[in-house]
T-cell receptor, first 112, second 113 residues
Framework: RKEVEQDPGPFNVPEGATVAFNCTYSNSASQSFFWYRQDCRKEPKLLMSVYSSGNEDGRFTAQLNRASQYISLLIRDSKLSDSATYLCVVMPLSGGYQKVTFGIGTKLQVIP | NAGVTQTPKFRVLKTGQSMTLLCAQDMNHEYMYWYRQDPGMGLRLIHYSVGEGTTAKGEVPDGYNVSRLKKQNFLLGLESAAPSQTSVYFC????????????FGPGTRLTVT
């Protein structure tokens, strides 16, 4: 089993739709979780951290399910500008930088 | 602030040639990283540095060397390029390690023929 797994997509959704992505991780000791956004042929940029209690930033909601070892990203009222690849990132609690693991990303295409 | 910059943006090498990729950051970050990104694979850590004068191996260090002589610069060297090193290379930096946001450079697209 891969350390971090994501459905590569693409997820094609109409403008205004709600879409959700999951990311599963295999290391139960993982402590920090993030979602990064990567536009085509650009560098990744932090979208949001994922907190144990779940967190929201505007139209974006991130959740963590430790029991089932996955994180999720929910996007409400999708905009054309949301089209990008969303990378999940899993880190250990401290040190071990070499164990920082990126998922392959889930591609989202928002259609007019 | 420019953030994280990388040079060059594109490069084509022939097998066996050498080159150095330069990463510079102006955010006074302690930690710097070199990743490669290939289709169907997540970003993979090549080498990293936790401060000036220090370097350490990441997940895929073979065929690469690095140096961090100055805090703001992190160099990635390919001594004898191979086609398997065709990839997009990203440099990143963070203020501290662990659960800290990483800031990425725009990437270098390298093709080895």
């Amino acid at each position: 089993r891969k350390e971090v797994e994501q459905d590569p997509g693409p997820f094609n959704v109409p403008e205004g739709a709600t879409v959700a992505f999951n990311c599963t991780y295999s290391n139960s000791a993982s402590q920090s979780f993030f979602w990064y956004r990567q536009d085509c042929r650009k560098e990744p940029k932090l979208l949001m951290s994922v907190y144990s209690s779940g967190n929201e930033d505007g139209r974006f909601t991130a959740q963590l399910n430790r029991a089932s070892q996955y994180i999720s990203l929910l996007i409400r009222d999708s905009k054309l500008s949301d089209s990008a690849t969303y990378l999940c990132v899993v880190m250990p609690l401290s040190g071990g930088y070499q164990k920082v693991t990126f998922g392959i990303g889930t591609k989202l295409q928002v259609i007019p | 602030n420019a953030g994280v910059t990388q040079t060059p943006k594109f490069r084509v090498l022939k097998t066996g040639q050498s080159m150095t990729l330069l990463c510079a950051q102006d955010m006074n970050h302690e930690y710097m990283y070199w990743y490669r990104q290939d289709p169907g694979m997540g970003l993979r850590l090549i080498h990293y540095s936790v401060g000036e004068g220090t370097t350490a191996k990441g997940e895929v260090p073979d065929g690469y060397n690095v140096s961090r002589l100055k805090k703001q610069n992190f160099l990635l060297g390919l001594e004898s390029a191979a086609p398997s090193q065709t990839s997009v290379y990203f440099c990143a930096s963070s203020a501290l390690g662990g659960a800290q946001e990483q800031y990425f450079g725009p990437g270098t697209r390298l093709t080895v023929t």
